[in-house]
């Protein structure tokens, strides 16, 4: 073999060589991509279902058992939406984790959708999954076996009938409040005008022995009753006149205080009088505590000592001076006004324990948004159960009954814009910052300008996206009327952020209703809050309103 023969020979090994290692890293390489994209997958149980049917989608992730796994959460398969986000199933295969996360998802508009890429983050590293095609289909009513009737014409309805059981619930707990209230007022104005009847205590105590007297009490041997109601008669003499502790006292501390007034010159009691008082006192409790039996000669005798003392006790007691008797119609007046407050205090506090009870019945049959409608009041409830409008707005005319009378609104049109237009009349009620917001439009075009409902619903969202609306939803409906109006119905949702509330967004539903007939347009548009129910019963009212008035020459 000749030299040049050999290093050739050397030198295409050599290239040979590095040819192969440089096709095997590449080779490497290019598994190593695969092997690193293969770890998150995705699938869909069937890429064709009915108007709200399940569709289960499923993502599956390799991973080892160190590595943390992030699957996507919240409404990110729009315009599908999730209904069931399933717990994770974990296998293990061969050293590793194999995690499987499943969505139920749906769709109650037919058409053909394509379900985004989802993102799957492994120790912050992102994967994507394939974007994945779907088709909702329109359920199938099959006309030949379910048969087609007409539309039945509304009846009317005769009033159930009143529940009186439902009645006795809401008035029992009322009337028994109110039972309760009256008796203790009944019982209040009759110890007044006891009070007011109560004889000065000289008088009060002598007419209660004449009482005593008439009682058969002695002779039914009824000692004990006797002797009670004696020495009661006069504790609560000398308790108004001149001890206001004698009722409380015991005999022998009612002996005593009398002892003190005595001797510091209140009154100028005779010391006989005490120790007959003390006499028959103790004997009294002898007969009520220790049972024992009086003749009733004593019992007679006891009587008549008493009613001299209680006379000798009157005839000492001084006489009031000019200064007490002041104090003591002062003190008075303030017992009455003292009296009068109290009774002022009562009714208050009855009439907050009445409108508590009645408010508690109602939240809990009603619930607390009705008590707090009725009784604070709710601006679109007022428009609801208000004096509605019935009027005719533009040429051609567009007729509707409204809770409020629509203003007419000037509006600034382009010069393009007055170059195509006869006549463009614009009537409101509110705006987008109220809480519910009408607005009707009547426009005729110049003759060769095309009317097209896409067109115009998109500039309605355009302007509705410069007032501020994110995020809306659009869905669209065409119609027409017995009297060959063409319509379109675009109504769904948006958010719209106030100016005034730094940011914060509430959401809105709209329905707007475009009629088209020859050159003119007619728009009614609706605005409210989706959270208010009664704005969505008025905007039913006033949808269902809506009449258009098509001119004879057009008809034909």
Not at 448 to 477: H, Y
Not at 518 to 546: C, H, T
Request: a negative charge; one cysteine or more.
């Amino acid at each position: 073999m000749r030299m040049y023969d050999v290093q050739y020979k050397d030198v295409y090994l050599e290239i040979a060589r590095r040819s192969f290692f440089k096709y095997l890293l590449s080779f490497i390489f290019c598994l190593s991509s695969f092997l690193s994209l293969s770890q998150v997958s995705s699938s869909i149980d069937s890429t064709q279902i009915k108007i709200g049917e399940e569709l289960k989608y499923t993502i599956q992730v390799q991973a080892d058992t160190t590595d943390l796994v992030v699957f996507p959460e919240g409404q990110t398969f729009l315009p599908l939406e999730v209904i069931e986000s399933y717990k994770i199933d974990t296998t293990y295969e061969q050293a590793k984790y194999r995690l499987i996360k499943r969505y139920g998802l749906t769709q109650f508009d037919s058409g053909a959708y394509t379900i985004p890429p989802q993102r799957v983050f492994i120790n912050e590293k992102q994967f994507a999954t394939d974007s994945i095609k779907v088709e909702v289909r329109d359920v199938a009513v099959d006309t030949t076996k379910q048969k087609m009737f007409n539309i039945k014409p509304a009846i009317e309805v005769e009033s159930p009938p009143f529940d009186f059981l439902k009645l006795l619930y809401w008035l029992l707990p009322i009337l028994l409040l109110l039972g309760i209230l009256g008796y203790v007022l009944f019982r209040r104005k009759k110890r007044k005008e006891a009070e007011e009847k109560q004889l000065p205590p000289y008088e009060e105590a002598i007419v209660a022995l004449k009482k005593l007297d008439s009682s058969d009490l002695l002779k039914h041997h009824k000692s004990k009753e006797y002797y009670s109601q004696l020495t009661e008669i006069v504790k609560r003499y000398l308790d108004r006149e001149v001890d206001d502790a004698a009722l409380e006292s015991t005999s022998d501390e009612l002996i005593a205080r009398l002892q003190l007034h005595k001797d510091a010159g209140h009154f100028d009691f005779d010391t006989e009088t005490i120790r007959h008082l003390d006499q028959i006192l103790k004997r009294a409790d002898l007969v009520k505590f220790a049972k024992m039996q009086q003749d009733a000669g004593q019992a007679e005798a006891d009587r008549k000592t008493i009613e001299e003392i209680i006379t000798e006790t009157h005839e000492v007691i001084p006489e009031p001076s000019e200064e007490e008797l002041l104090l003591n119609e002062e003190y008075l007046r303030t017992q009455r006004l003292k009296k009068r407050n109290k009774r002022i205090l009562l009714g208050v506090v009855s009439g907050v324990l009445v409108i508590l009870l009645v408010g508690g019945i109602f939240t809990a049959t009603r619930g607390w948004s009705y008590v707090k409608d009725n009784l604070i009041g709710h601006p679109t409830k007022d428009l609801l159960e208000g004096t509605w409008v019935r009027s005719e707005y533009g040429v051609p005319a567009i007729i509707v009954e409204t809770p409020k009378v629509l203003v007419r609104t000037p509006m600034n049109i382009s010069e393009e814009g007055q170059q195509i237009t006869l006549s463009n009349d614009l009537f409101q009620y509110g705006s987008l910052l109220d809480k519910f917001y009408i607005l009707l439009n009547v426009a005729t075009y110049q003759e060769g300008v095309e009317l097209d409902f896409d067109v115009i619903s998109e500039g309605i969202l355009k302007s509705l996206e410069q007032e501020g609306a994110t995020n809306i939803i659009v869905k669209k409906e065409s119609f027409s009327t017995d009297k060959g109006v063409e319509g379109e119905k675009i109504y769904g949702e948006f958010d719209f952020a106030k100016p005034s509330e730094n940011g914060n967004s509430e959401r809105m539903d709209y329905e707007i209703l475009l009629f088209k007939k020859g050159q003119s347009l007619q728009v009614v548009g609706i605005y409210f809050r989706k959270d208010d129910a009664y704005a969505a019963k008025v905007k039913e009212r006033v949808i269902n309103s809506v009449e258009i008035e098509v001119s004879e020459s057009k008809k034909g």
